[in-house]
């Protein structure tokens, strides 16, 4: 059974570029998180979909924002690109909206110069 | 405000003996909380996980340990292997159904031959 994957890998983006990261869940689950990890920091909830719709948010600008489509997949977009941006985003997926066990892909590693 | 603590930035432990990591909490909602494991360059793998209403849980070599009254938990590897070297992350989550989870700063254990 194939992992979270997430696309790209790296990227190196420009301060006042936008940015999108891409991840596709384990097949079968409906539930997409995103977090955020910069250097010397835990792993910071981003954003929680779960059948298409966004269900909770953490505490980030607005400028971070997604979606998630009917196949489940979902994009992370980030506005105007900060130097603090830079961090590995990581996604992860869970079964149901009831699963608590939550199952990350590798991450897209973001350089903002 | 961090909810979630692993003070032990890192912890060496011999090959065959026990590896303790601890974790501490300050949110009562906490109701769930579950340990990952990170290796570099890749996302978290789940370890184990344990409700607010155990004690105690127990996988293989893995076991977690749940103290609600001090706000604490732990994590046990008997015996500690070589592979067991990473990135420890603890993590919880409030409320009755899935959320984003809260992460502490992770403890990287060193298992030494």
């Known amino acids: 059974e194939a992992g979270v994957t997430q696309s790209p890998t790296h990227l190196i983006k420009t301060r006042g570029q936008q940015v999108t990261l891409r991840c596709s869940p384990i097949?079968?689950?409906?539930?997409v998180y995103w977090y955020q990890q910069a250097l010397g920091l835990g792993l910071q909830f981003l954003l929680w979909?779960?059948?298409?719709?966004?269900?909770n948010r953490g505490n980030f600008p607005p400028r971070f924002s997604g979606r998630q489509f009917p196949n489940y997949s979902s994009e992370l977009n980030v506005n105007a690109l900060e130097l603090e941006d830079s961090a590995l985003y990581l996604c992860?997926?869970?079964?149901?909206?009831?699963?608590?066990?939550?199952?990350f892909g590798p991450g897209t590693r973001l350089t903002v110069t | 405000d961090q909810q979630v603590k692993q003070n032990s930035p890192s912890l060496s432990v011999q090959e065959g003996r026990i590896s303790i990591l601890n974790c501490d909490y300050t949110?009562?909602?906490?109701?769930?909380f579950l340990w990952y494991k990170k290796y570099p360059a890749e996302g978290p793998t789940f370890l184990i996980s344990?409700?607010?209403?155990?004690d105690k849980n127990e996988d293989g070599r893995f076991t977690v340990f749940l103290n609600k009254s001090a706000k604490h938990l732990s994590l046990h590897i008997v015996p500690s292997q070589p592979g067991d070297s990473a990135v420890y992350f603890c993590?919880?989550?409030?409320?009755?159904?899935?959320?984003?989870?809260?992460f502490g700063k992770g403890t990287h254990l060193i298992i030494q031959p």
């Open positions: 993590a919880a989550k409030t409320g009755g159904g899935a959320d984003g989870l809260t």
């Open positions: 979909y779960d059948e298409g719709e966004e269900r």
């Open positions: 344990i409700s607010s209403i155990k």
């Open positions: 097949s079968g689950h409906t539930s």
């Open positions: 992860a997926s869970s079964l149901t909206q009831i699963s608590y066990e939550q199952y």
């Open positions: 949110n009562s909602m906490f109701d769930y």
